[in-house]
């Protein structure tokens, strides 16, 4: 088991609020992010896992946005992105197994109409929760295979 990256940062989406909430620690089962709207929806796509690098790279391309706007639940300081399907990740007491690539949605040529052909690749990876617990920010993250 090597340690590959550490959280940055935590977000949730509710209904109550249109912006994604910042959390300093997040809790998961096997439904997804408890209190998220998107709690037992798809387990298959119960929490989405973005790199830094894709700010970085929309930055580079003069696209300002902050954190969250690519709808990430987890910001890491790993990329994730060519990870195959199946890998699992240990962070904090919680085990999620990357589950598919993150899609691109209309709502990426809202912030900017470059951004959906820029993050092609590199927008984030769906994970579905492995083992329960919880993920705080700064926590380490393993790849376990």
């Known amino acids: 088991m090597s340690q590959v990256g550490k959280v940055l ?15 300093r620690e997040i809790a998961v089962d096997s439904k997804g992010i408890i209190g998220d709207k998107h709690y037992d929806t798809d387990i298959q796509r119960s929490v989405l896992i ?13 696209i300002k946005m902050a954190h969250s ?9 790993y990329n994730p992105y060519t990870l195959p399907i199946g890998s699992k990740l240990k962070i904090g ?19 900017d109409k470059k951004l959906p052909k820029l993050l092609k690749n ?24």
């Open 9 to 23: 940062s935590l977000y949730i989406s509710t209904k109550e609020y249109t912006d994604p909430i910042e959390k």
């Open 50 to 62: 973005t790199s830094i690098e894709s700010y970085v790279l929309a930055n580079a391309h003069q």
């Open 69 to 77: 706007s690519l709808g990430d639940n987890l910001l890491i300081d």
């Open 93 to 111: 007491d919680t085990v999620l197994e990357i589950s598919q690539n993150c899609t691109l949605c209309n709502h990426l040529s809202n912030i």
């Open 122 to 145: 590199d927008r984030g990876v769906f994970a579905k929760v492995v083992q329960a617990g919880s993920i705080k920010v700064d926590d380490s993250i393993y790849l376990l295979n």
